[in-house]
């Protein structure tokens, strides 16, 4: 009896742990889902396009970072492409690793190029460094 109660116990504790995982995960991909677009690039606006997937570590902590730039700033475009889900979009970049973020200004020529994770704060510099105005 006793084993039937730990085992049970233990049962109990891993499905948890398995929703957890399962919630965070479709949380990621909803907030991704906000700004998957790189079709904003050259619409007037500079572009912040990261490149990534929500299947890599970095590329997650990266999401609350883009959601609060994308709910936060006027002064530029969020946009994300998961490129494990989008066939080619690696490719047309030339990415080589992920998570990549690409700077466009308005006319959506490149500015700045990063890999790997990237704070707020150095982000909110670069544009700023780029004479992007940041509110």
């Given at each position: 009896?006793k084993?039937?109660?730990?085992?049970?116990?233990?049962?109990?504790?891993?499905?948890?742990?398995?929703?957890?995982?399962?919630?965070?995960?479709?949380?990621?991909?909803?907030?991704?889902?906000?700004f998957?677009?790189?079709?904003?690039?050259?619409?007037?606006?500079?572009?912040?396009?990261?490149?990534?997937?929500?299947?890599?570590?970095?590329?997650?902590?990266?999401?609350?970072?883009?959601?609060?730039?994308?709910?936060?700033?006027?002064?530029?475009?969020?946009?994300?492409?998961?490129?494990?889900?989008?066939?080619?979009?690696?490719?047309?970049?030339?990415?080589?690793?992920?998570p990549?973020?690409?700077?466009?200004?308005?006319?959506?020529?490149?500015?700045?190029?990063?890999?790997?994770?990237?704070?707020?704060?150095?982000?909110?510099?670069?544009?700023?460094?780029?004479?992007?105005?940041?509110?």
């Amino acid at each position: 009896m006793k084993k039937a109660g730990k085992f049970t116990v233990v049962a109990i504790l891993a499905a948890a742990v398995c929703g957890i995982v399962v919630y965070k995960s479709v949380q990621v991909r909803h907030q991704a889902a906000a700004f998957a677009d790189d079709g904003v690039i050259g619409q007037g606006k500079p572009v912040l396009l990261e490149l990534g997937s929500h299947s890599c570590v970095p590329c997650r902590q990266m999401m609350p970072i883009l959601t609060e730039l994308n709910n936060e700033q006027s002064g530029f475009v969020v946009s994300f492409v998961d490129v494990w889900a989008v066939s080619g979009k690696g490719q047309q970049y030339g990415i080589e690793a992920i998570p990549t973020q690409i700077f466009f200004d308005a006319a959506g020529k490149e500015q700045f190029r990063h890999v790997g994770f990237f704070p707020k704060e150095d982000i909110l510099a670069k544009w700023k460094e780029l004479g992007v105005s940041i509110h």
